[in-house]
């Protein structure tokens, strides 16, 4: 199931780049938008979305926080694409709205919610469009399960991931609307996010992330048309 038909309000730059042809490109958004296509990198092996830490859920809680907070553009384990715009970290307890149904389990008491109310978090290293990163969208649910007094398990799910490519007609006066597309989550975001974690942690034994070959083949995700 794709979101293609989701509008929001987004710079369009990275959607329109293979049609940047001046007066052409202006003509074919303002007519029928603009419609590149998504692929997908092949990353290989996946990325672990799970990690043992040597921590309470108090301190992950802490990790977390100061973690998505203080990300330089050039950070050695997120790369210069990632700029994980994460807006509102939510914990059980939270007078915000969003993610409220995951804390209505107890099991998810020590949980966190992470998101950017909608907007793009990074420029995907997996997903293209129009040949260049794909705007990434998603959420994040950190579910933190105990295992002993100095031991908890962080599993990454992610919620509603998507990309930004391509626009619609937007409101007149207003200029063209992103359009989003729903993927499958990649394992390169969640574990970016564990990396983080492990980091302020002091963790030192955790995987190095992988990503895609530079050469690495690509897949058609969605085009126009595609259902």
Request: charged share 20%; net charge positive; glycine share 10%.
């Amino acid at each position: 199931m794709y979101r293609s038909q989701i509008v929001r309000r987004f710079p369009v730059s990275v959607g329109c780049r293979a049609l940047r042809t001046g007066a052409l490109c202006a003509l074919i958004v303002s007519v029928l938008g603009c419609h590149p296509i998504v692929r997908k990198r092949d990353l290989g092996i996946s990325n672990p979305t799970t990690f043992v830490f040597p921590a309470s859920p108090d301190q992950i809680h802490a990790a977390v926080t100061k973690a998505v907070w203080r990300i330089p553009a050039n950070d050695p384990v997120f790369g210069p694409l990632w700029k994980l715009r994460i807006i509102e970290v939510r914990a059980r307890g939270s007078d915000s709205p969003f993610g409220r149904d995951i804390f209505l389990n107890p099991e998810n008491a020590d949980d966190l919610y992470l998101h950017s109310f909608g907007g793009p978090l990074c420029a995907s290293d997996v997903y293209l469009c129009g040949g260049g990163p794909a705007d990434f969208e998603a959420a994040f649910h950190l579910h933190l399960r105990r295992l002993d007094q100095f031991k908890t398990q962080v599993e990454v799910l992610t919620k509603e991931p998507g990309v930004f490519c391509g626009t619609y007609p937007g409101v007149p006066g207003h200029g063209p609307a992103g359009r989003l597309v729903d993927v499958p989550p990649t394992t390169v975001e969640e574990y970016r996010l564990l990396l983080a974690i492990g980091r302020e942690l002091g963790v030192k034994d955790m995987p190095p992330l992988r990503l895609p070959a530079k050469d690495a083949a690509t897949t058609i995700v969605w085009t126009k048309g595609h259902n």
